[in-house]
């Protein structure tokens, strides 16, 4: 079995957040992986749904959660292309997600605004990774819905 790197992983959640961009979404995407293969991908479908939740990170924990039979994933690696929000954070700890990658942060509104921990204390967090790409993509979304 081909064992794939991180940069393959963000890859497939930069892809997702493309589809995202092209159906007006706010271009966040994500993938969950598992045992070396992707169980889940998501992107952000708030509009799409009329769903406030519907955040990709959300969507993939749900689908992760549907394909392994299990509320918990503490052997999943979750993909993300923006850093979580509180809501996604929190719902990352009651997974007890394994490991968070995430590309570009959020100053504004990501979780690593709140002085107290939301993740689960055993979750391992990685972050930088194709943060340009990501950044670059929210940054022509935004100027693009201000033209």
Known sequence: MELYTDAH???EALKQAKIAFEEGEIPV???MVCRNRIIAKA???TEKLTDVTAHAEILALTAASNA???KYLPECKLYVTLEPCVMCAGACFWAQLGELHF???DPQRG???ISQPLL???TKVFQGLMETDATRLLNDF???LRN
């Open 9 to 11: 992983w963000m890859g």
């Open 29 to 31: 995407g994500a993938v």
């Open 43 to 45: 992107y952000n479908q």
């Open 68 to 70: 392994l039979g299990a």
């Open 103 to 105: 590309a570009a942060s």
């Open 111 to 113: 979780y690593n605004t």
């Open 120 to 122: 689960h204390p055993k």
């Open 142 to 144: 935004f100027k693009n």
